[in-house]
């Protein structure tokens, strides 16, 4: 077995500077490198030396943008966390709950802020573009699917 631990921080720090949160920039690197093909939060805690509280704001954190899924573990007692299938076409499609709630909090905003505002035009800006993402994301995703099975 490989030790994998640098690479793991390393990615960690990567998508850390990209935005994450620390620790859930370190929960995703535990589970792109993890032997198994699920993990629990005890076990992540456990290996990561970090809080479980920690721990779940992450997985409801991968979970929400539709990184990570809870799957059925027979026999066990505890809850089960896995990297999705097709994860990064998700997270980049109207299925990730946060962009769907950027879209829809920009749409609301707008509303509220009134019409020929300053904070309206900005937040027309954001909807227009999560508006656009969310027409032409579904070519691009499947194109690369296509590519992947060929």
């Given at each position: 077995m490989a030790d994998t631990t640098e690479a793991a921080e390393h990615l960690a720090?990567?998508?850390?500077?990209?935005?994450?949160?620390?620790?859930?920039?370190?929960?995703?690197?535990?589970?792109?490198?993890?032997?198994?093909?699920?993990?629990?939060?005890?076990?992540?805690?456990?290996?990561?030396?970090?809080?479980?509280?920690?721990?779940?704001?992450?997985?409801?954190?991968?979970?929400?943008?539709?990184?990570?899924?809870r799957v059925p573990a027979p026999g066990s007692r505890r809850e089960h966390y896995r990297v999705r299938e097709g994860a990064w076409a998700t997270l980049m499609s109207s299925q990730n709950g946060m962009v769907q709630a950027m879209f829809e909090a920009a749409d609301r905003g707008i509303a509220?802020?009134?019409?020929?505002?300053?904070?309206?035009?900005?937040?027309q800006e954001m909807r227009d573009f999560y508006g656009f993402m969310f027409r032409e994301m579904p070519a691009l995703i499947e194109r690369w699917r296509s590519g992947r099975g060929a």
């Open positions: 720090l990567v998508l850390a500077q990209g935005g994450l949160q620390k620790a859930t920039a370190r929960v995703l690197a535990a589970f792109m490198f993890a032997d198994q093909d699920s993990i629990t939060a005890p076990e992540l805690a456990e290996r990561l030396g970090i809080s479980s509280g920690a721990v779940s704001g992450a997985i409801k954190m991968l979970s929400t943008v539709g990184l990570i899924e509220a802020a009134g019409d020929g505002s300053h904070a309206a035009r900005r937040l």
